[in-house]
């Protein structure tokens, strides 16, 4: 597993490690039982401080992705589909959300952006 930091980005590196984490669980690049870097040799990896990714993790062990086993390492928790759906969901309104504010911004009407959506969602099949 890849981790891309950018320090162009407008999130805190802690976050674009837990964002792309949480990606790659979502996405069953990662699954249930696998193991993750520790912490230091992640820190290691990409060049930061350890705290910073101990932040990453523990973010991630709060929001139920990962468990930390002492003396054995962080693994990917087993998911709930309805959790992993519920989790896709939040993430889709959080897009939909920036798509309405820069559809409002461009003046566009609800009609158009209806058929937008519904032009890309038949594109997709």
């Known amino acids: 597993m890849h981790i891309h930091l950018s320090n162009a980005s407008d999130k805190p590196i802690y976050e674009q490690i837990t964002i792309q984490l949480k990606e790659a669980i979502l996405a069953n690049k990662l699954h249930a039982g696998d193991a993750l870097p520790s912490i230091r040799a992640l820190a290691k990896d990409l060049k930061i ?3 910073t990714t101990k932040r990453a993790y523990a973010d991630l062990e709060r ?10 390492g962080s693994f ?3 998911r709930n589909q309805d959790f992993l759906r519920e989790e896709l969901l939040r993430q889709v309104e959080d897009h939909l959300q920036k798509a309405v504010r820069l559809a409002k911004t461009a003046g566009l009407f609800n009609e158009e952006v209806q058929d937008l959506v519904t032009l890309m969602l038949e594109e997709d099949h």
């Open 49 to 51: 401080s350890v705290m």
């Open 63 to 72: 929001d139920g992705f990962i468990e930390t086993v002492a003396g054995k």
């Open 76 to 78: 990917v928790t087993e």
